[in-house]
């Protein structure tokens, strides 16, 4: 069974750190692109991070450019997104997808994790 399954999300101030992780099971995660993705409520699901298969390759929204790094670890099927100097416009349900190419569309991810809450308070 294919499965992507997000973790690592939670409740942190302003300035502090979280490291999401994107276990993938039923395939070898290598073979894709992983993107990040968040949805705030009432706000449409938006592009945050996305690394190439090999690893060599990434890509950052602005708005985590410096603050937030995308990794991964291929031995282990698994994405990391770890995150630095959280703002409460951070908070957001995050979500890992895999696609064939290093792309910030959604439209062209195809397997999705169900989401990991993180919360930035003020």
């Known amino acids: 069974q294919v499965q992507l399954v997000e973790s690592g999300g939670g409740l942190v101030q302003a300035g502090g750190s979280l490291r999401l992780s994107c276990a993938a099971s039923?395939?070898?995660?290598?073979?894709?692109?992983v993107g990040w993705f968040r949805q705030a409520p009432g706000k449409e699901r938006e592009f945050v991070a996305a690394?190439?298969?090999?690893?060599?390759?990434?890509n950052y929204a602005d708005s985590v450019k410096g603050r937030f790094t995308i990794s991964r670890d291929n031995a282990k099927n698994t994405v990391y997104l770890q995150m630095n100097s959280l703002k409460p416009e951070d908070t957001a349900v995050y979500y890992c997808?895999?696609?064939?190419?290093?792309?910030?569309?959604?439209?062209?991810?195809?397997?999705w994790g169900q989401g990991t809450q993180v919360t930035v308070s003020s």
């Open positions: 997808a895999t696609a064939y190419s290093l792309t910030t569309w959604y439209g062209q991810y195809r397997h």
């Open positions: 039923g395939f070898t995660l290598s073979t894709y692109a």
């Open positions: 690394i190439h298969g090999n690893g060599r390759s990434t």
